[in-house]
């Protein structure tokens, strides 16, 4: 008898490094990579770094707040820092955390190598970014506690809290990803609203009551405690991960990549509606009220009742309104409503932006684009509107000009990034000698953020 043909199984370790090898021979057969730039990607971190901590010493150092009372600090940091882990946690779930392409998933991933052995590295490396951007948030939340720069000691403490606790929520993601994402979607929106519920009561709470606290250095002591029991667990269910959890978030993923690379937001901006439309339960088939304009605006006004995640979002948006009318000067209240306004009226703008994106819809429903325009504004004018008045409390005392500019402004900056046209990437050039900008594409791009911080700019002159 002829013996079996012996089948060599490479271990994970020599697949990672066989793998390494030849995408570092390919980066250097074209000259490209990750790491080609980096500097470029780390200097704008370190510019924009400097400049929020920048302004929030100067808000800090800012005129007393107009409220009877301030908020507590502790819990309004707490509540900030609830609200943070809740969307990161829902975030990681979106994206996997633990996520690998179509090949990896087909060729490698498939065989016979130990799967959880291939993808402890990605765990390990998902960690130390999530301990990095943890530290920096922390020490962030420190200068924000202290008003300046805090002493070193209580500075590394935050730190080594932050980094603690986002290593958990990573660990923890992996987890509820190997077994019932749901559940940690479920987790993450809980979060957030007890986040909203700590600000509620920071604002109720005066700065001089006594509040139960936690040391830092306990804090630190329980969050790298759970960091470490999750993360042990975490690569114990590495090997539960099938092909399916590892592909979930890969289109969301590239709707990022694809969005960054041809400079369109709408990409990624559509395919997060459409996940959130998915997401909402089905309702009644009604017939539209009247004919043409009226079952128009009925139709569009039942669609943007029924947005998912609409109603949660503007009772977020005045929990933070009220918490910057309570922090923040009296001057500086007028933008930020100005810009949540627009956030809550851009959530219930999908039937508009479905208008001004689809020239075949348009044709089918008949009537000029400028009457379609206007009739799928109205529900956003309607929710805007509301929401304001919901607000008017925190902004008293106010210029009545500035209030009613307000929902108005918020549904034209929606409607002027629902009409932007595709990005023309043909468009001039200007050399400036360091380097050339597409000064038609950069103008494209910010045909909707300009007109709204147009907007906060005369909310802050009205509010002087």
Known sequence: MTAPPLVHVPAARELRTELARVRRARRAATKDGPGSDWYTPLLAVFVLGGLLVQGLRRVMGAEAAPLPHAPHVGLLLGAVG??????????????????????????????V?????????????????????????????????????PPWRTAVWWSVTGAGVAVALVAAAVVWQAGSPRAGRATGVGLVGAGLALALAALLVPRSATVPSVPVTD???????AALVLFVVARRRLIVL??????????????????????????????LEERRWRSARRGRARRGLGHRS????????????????????GVGLLVVSYTAAAILPHVA??????????????????????????????????????????????????VAAVWTAAVLPALLPANPLAVVLIPIGAVAVVERSATRPPPDYGAAVFDTGFGAVPIDLVRQLVRGPALLAGLAAVQLLLAV
């Open 333 to 382: 209240v007028a933008p930020v409503v100005a810009v949540a306004a627009y956030a809550i009226a851009s959530r219930v703008a999908a039937g508009l932006r479905a208008v001004t994106r689809s020239a075949a819809l348009r044709r089918a429903l008949g009537g000029t684009d400028g009457v379609l325009t206007l009739l799928h504004l109205a529900a956003p004018l309607v």
């Open 82 to 111: 609830l609200v943070l882990a809740g969307m990161v946690l829902r975030a990681a779930l979106a994206l996997g955390p633990m996520l690998a392409g179509p090949a990896v998933r087909h060729w490698v991933l498939s065989g």
């Open 294 to 313: 009226v079952a128009l605006l009925h139709s569009d006004l039942r669609r943007a009742l029924r947005t998912p995640g609409a109603l949660t979002l």
């Open 219 to 225: 804090t630190a002591v329980v969050a790298w405690a």
């Open 113 to 149: 190598v130990d799967r959880g052995a291939m993808l402890r590295p990605r765990l390990a490396a998902a960690a130390a970014v999530a301990a990095v951007v943890g530290a920096g948030i922390g020490a962030l939340g420190a200068i924000v506690v202290a008003g300046t720069v």
């Open 242 to 271: 099938d092909r399916a959890a590892l592909g979930a978030g890969s289109g969301l993923a590239a709707a990022v990549q694809a969005a960054g690379t041809f400079i369109e937001p709408g990409l990624l901006l559509g395919l």
